[in-house]
């Protein structure tokens, strides 16, 4: 016979005083699920025949484990994303005093 034990964990989410208010809360993944993801279903019944089942990816587990676990740590501001050079290069911008966003130079995944 199996005991688990029930222990409760927590996590605790901490900002500086003077950001408190003025940056989001975050909130559990599982609560802000994105329209296009509710109204999907979980059958495509134009794809579904003999040799597809025509499942979507509402039924698939690891996706749906990526979409509701965890937290969301929303952005204090509207980031505005310019995609260049077919992909190579994306500038971000934003009305706010720190940094929203930064990304990964090529090295970074060399090889890959």
Same mark, same amino acid.
């Given at each position: 016979? /199996?005991?688990?034990? $029930?222990? #409760? %964990?927590? @996590?605790?989410?901490?900002?500086?005083?003077?950001?408190? +208010?003025?940056?989001?809360?975050?909130?559990?993944?599982?609560?802000?699920?994105?329209? &296009?993801? %509710?109204?999907?279903?979980?059958?495509?019944? $134009? $794809?579904?025949?003999? #040799?597809?089942?025509?499942?979507?990816?509402?039924?698939?587990?690891? /996706?749906?484990?990526?979409?509701?676990? +965890? &937290? @969301?740590?929303?952005?204090?501001? #509207?980031?505005?994303?310019? @995609?260049?050079? +077919?992909? %190579?290069?994306?500038?971000?911008?934003?009305?706010?005093?720190?940094?929203?966003?930064?990304?990964?130079?090529?090295? $970074?995944?060399?090889?890959?």
């Amino acid at each position: 016979m /199996f005991h688990f034990s $029930q222990t #409760t %964990r927590s @996590i605790r989410f901490v900002c500086r005083p003077e950001d408190y +208010g003025v940056i989001a809360p975050p909130v559990a993944a599982k609560t802000v699920l994105p329209d &296009w993801f %509710r109204k999907l279903p979980a059958v495509d019944s $134009q $794809q579904a025949s003999a #040799t597809n089942n025509g499942l979507t990816v509402k039924r698939c587990m690891p /996706f749906l484990d990526a979409m509701t676990t +965890g &937290w @969301i740590l929303p952005l204090a501001a #509207t980031v505005r994303l310019e @995609i260049k050079d +077919g992909g %190579r290069v994306v500038d971000a911008g934003w009305e706010f005093d720190r940094v929203m966003v930064s990304n990964h130079g090529a090295h $970074q995944v060399a090889g890959n």
